[in-house]
Structures are given as structure tokens and as C-alpha cells.
């Protein structure tokens, strides 16, 4: 096999992107998604203890090590799927059990935290550099898993991210189950906190435990990870943080009146994906997002100094919604129609600069789009 790398900054952002491939027969590809700044990734140090759970009685499927990482939507894997005559690829981790080799440090940073479509919350152990995750699908429900992504914790630090790993997959119950090796990873680093990466590889057997085991930690104590996703064939839906800045696809770009899109206010409810969120209250200001797909939802922070925002895409008439809330929360404000057949799309979004009576100021606020390809 020979490894392939290529790296481009970009200019007019801080933005760096890189990809690297490793060819070989295997017809499946991984692939990563990512953009931002690489952070500095010490030294790992040699593995400790392996989890207790017992491993890989059954044979290993064919070696699937063809990776490729981009700058960009995930790759689909098999057939395209998306918002127009199609549902995308399906998530298998929701009404299932998630458990852990450890318990979290706190009550909110266990495994479930792993599965809830959120970057501000995390799955957070402090001892074990090796440990193992789990994902039991609901009683009688079995899918076939082809790729999977890791999200980061935001604010890192990278010595508590995985660095490698084997995916698992089981039919049997309980502490003494057969487990099947899907794919497996060494030394990956994330290349910002607003990274996700994602892998494929080739299956086509159901199985209704998934097992994700840590081998190598980034050197630090512990682990952290904020979002595990088991997907089966298509195009996944993707989530792209605020604080992913440029002038390419999956980029968002902001007029001077806008400001934040830092990664530093997690201590703020509510919780932001990616730590992080753009504000602005100035009606004359824009943000835009450019995309390649169907159909493009918008989350935000509802406060109750917030007003109200329009969103338009491709430059069709304007829909409003009201970001002002008694109560502060991360919501999801706008969701276009399909956008049929998936192609590339410009949304903007602005402050209108008026407001419900009740709120103190017109401000608008977003946090991340999530993209049906
Ligand atoms: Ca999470
Ligand atoms: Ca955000």
C-alpha cells in the first residue's frame, strides 16, 4: 500500500486542510471530515491493561484500511441517499443501551452523552487510557453498521482523545460474548476540535452490539470523546459547527457585524455544539453557509435578549423564526424544503432586527447546521 498526503491552507481563513489515503484492493474507502486548525498532538505512550471484556472469537472480515481523509461532506457509502425520494443513512444508535469499561466522572459524562447528537456534551473517564464503549441496539433489532464518526471534545485536550482502536460488532449477550472485528485504526489525530472523522468499511452482517475499544489514548489520563455515530448504507446527515470559517463547501462566512464563532464559552448555558456560537444584531449583517445536498437545518440559542432572524437559500423568498426564549436552550430553528435533486446551495441568514415584545434585543445567534446530503 502506498500512503498518500497532501495538505492546503487555505487563505482568507485560518482554516487547514489535509488529507491523507492509503490505497489497497479493498473496494470500500474511510474517509474523515474535518476543517480548522491542526492542534499539537504529544507523544502517545505505550498501551496499559486491555479491556476485561473478551475479544474477537469469531474471524476478522477482510482488511479494510482504505482510507482516505477530505475536506468536505462524508463519503457515501453504497447507494446515495437523501432528502428527495430518500431517507439518509440510518444512525442505529437511538432506543438502544450505551454502557462503558468505566463510568464517566460525572453523572453527565457517561456514555449516553456519546449518542446524543451534541458536541457540547461528552462521554469523560479520568483513569483508563484503554477504555471500551458499547452500543446494544433495542431487544429484537439488529443493523448492519458500514461507517462510523468521532467527534472530538471541543476544548480537548488531545492527549485524552483516542488515537486507535477496533470497532466490534456481536450477537450474543452478556460478559462472555463472541465479538467480530469490523475495522480497526492506529495513531489518527484529529486535525481541529471542530473535526469529525469518519471511517467506512466493508459489512454486510447485522449485529445488535456494537463495541468500540480504545487500544491507545493520546498519551494523556483517560479519555474523552463527545459523539460516537454507527451509520448503515448511504449518505449520513452531518452536523458543521459556526466556528468553521472559509469560503469552500461546508464553510460558513460572516460580514464584519457578526462576532464570536470562538470555541471558549462552553461555561455558558446553553450547552453550544462545538463550544462555540455567532451572534449579531445588525440587520444589514449576513452569514452564509454553502453546501452540496437536500436539504439544510439550522440550530441556534434561544435567549431572551433575541430577536427575530429570516433565512433564505439561493436567494428565494424569506422565512422568519423567532430565536427569543423565557428560558435559554439550543433549538433548532429552521429547516428548509427539499431541495431536489441535491445540488450545491447558498443559505444566508440575518438578523431582521425586530423582535417579539417581550424580549430585551434583537440578537440572533447560531451554532451549527446539519446537512442531508
Ligand atoms: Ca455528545
Ligand atoms: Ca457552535
Redesign the pocket.
Known sequence: MTPVSKAVVQPNSNAVHAWRGVRSACTRVAWLCFAGCGPTIPPPVAESAPPAATHATEPAPPEATDNEVSAGAPQAVGARTSACGGDPAENVTSGGTPSASDPGERAEEGPQ???????????SESTNPTPWLAYDLPAGVARVVEQYAL?PVPEGPPARDPVSWRLEGSNDDGPTAAWTTLHAEQAQHFVSRQATMWYAFANTRPFRRYRFVITENGGGPGVQL??LGLYGEGSPQFSVDDAVRGKGIDQFQYSPGWEGHGTGDAEFRPPKYGHSSSWSKRKDEFASFTFEGSRIEVFGVRFPGHGIAAFSVDGAPEVTSDFYGENSGNVLFYTSDPLCPPGRHVLRIRPTGDKNPKSVDTFVSIDRVRVTP
Not at 452523552?113 to 462521554?123: I, M, Q, R, V, Y
Request: proline share 0%.
Open positions: 452523552a456519546l449518542f446524543d447528537d451534541h458536541t457540547g456534551t461528552k462521554w467527534s463527545a459523539e
